[in-house]
């Protein structure tokens, strides 16, 4: 608690007369946690914060193809791109926080044991359909899609696969019993009315997601970007990362 204090004393120090608006692009794992984050930044720190959230792989081609944004919030992976052909500010990308792979269902359904490879295998393999992440736009859909074709689990007249994102959906359907499993980054399940976690993927197949953080090259709010970054990444916000299924990682910028 006395650090969080120092953190927004800090940024209480920052504020300017008018403060500043952030325009801040990021993929849709951290939505709940910046919900609950984004207001208590606002109000200690006097600025304004604008967030578009959308599947990473479109974030990534937005902001490729010229789209202006302070702050970017992407897996690791996806940065690079963003890196290599200077649209991020040298120096500003760190390591935010992770998130793990969970097994989903309709809430009050009953629970499939999921805690071995082989408890796992068999659970996906007797579903009648399963929904996933995005295998073009996602790291995760990739990890799940490949998972899926090495165990030989593919579309059937016995089974769906119908891969949609969560942010787009894909949850909505298991709430709806439209669709018996889905396999989809805990944070964006936790919020879902209707649906359950029956649990996260055994070690074997996990697939952490690291996402990362930078500041954009052309932005115009540098030092409130920093101020930002430095915020939402102290150790002290650990419990609200956490609550919304994340692990931080980083230590601010």
Do not use: C
């Not at 081609?61 to 963003?82: I, M």
């Not at 090495?150 to 669709?179: N, V, Y």
């Amino acid at each position: 608690m006395r650090r969080r204090a120092a953190v927004l004393a800090m940024l209480a120090m920052t504020v300017s007369a008018s403060g500043a608006e952030l325009r801040i692009y990021s993929g849709g794992a951290p939505q709940d946690t910046l919900k609950v984050l984004a207001p208590l930044y606002e109000r200690q720190s006097g600025h304004k914060l604008q967030f578009t959230y959308a599947i990473v792989g479109a974030i990534q081609q937005r902001l490729l193809a010229g789209e202006q944004a302070d702050v970017v919030l992407l897996p690791q992976p996806l940065l690079e791109p963003l890196e290599k052909t200077g649209k991020l500010k040298p120096g500003s990308r760190n390591t935010l926080a992770r998130v793990g792979i969970a097994v989903v269902i309709r809430d009050g359904a009953p629970k499939p044991d999921v805690s071995t490879s082989e408890k796992l295998r068999n659970v996906l393999t007797n579903a009648r359909s399963i929904t996933h992440a995005d295998p073009v736009s996602t790291p995760g859909g990739r990890h799940i899609a490949a998972m899926l074709k090495a165990w030989g689990i593919t579309e059937s007249p016995d089974r769906i696969i119908r891969p949609q994102s969560a942010i787009s959906g894909g949850a909505e359907h298991i709430a709806k019993g439209d669709i018996e499993i889905g396999l989809y980054l805990l944070s964006e399940v936790l919020s879902v009315k209707g649906v359950a976690v029956a649990g996260m993927l055994p070690e074997a197949q996990q697939n952490h997601i690291v996402y990362g953080s930078a500041i954009m090259a052309d932005s115009m709010q540098a030092d409130a970007a920093r101020d930002f970054l430095t915020f939402i990444a102290d150790p002290s916000m650990a419990p609200q990362w956490k609550a919304t299924g994340f692990e931080i990682a980083g230590k601010g910028n």
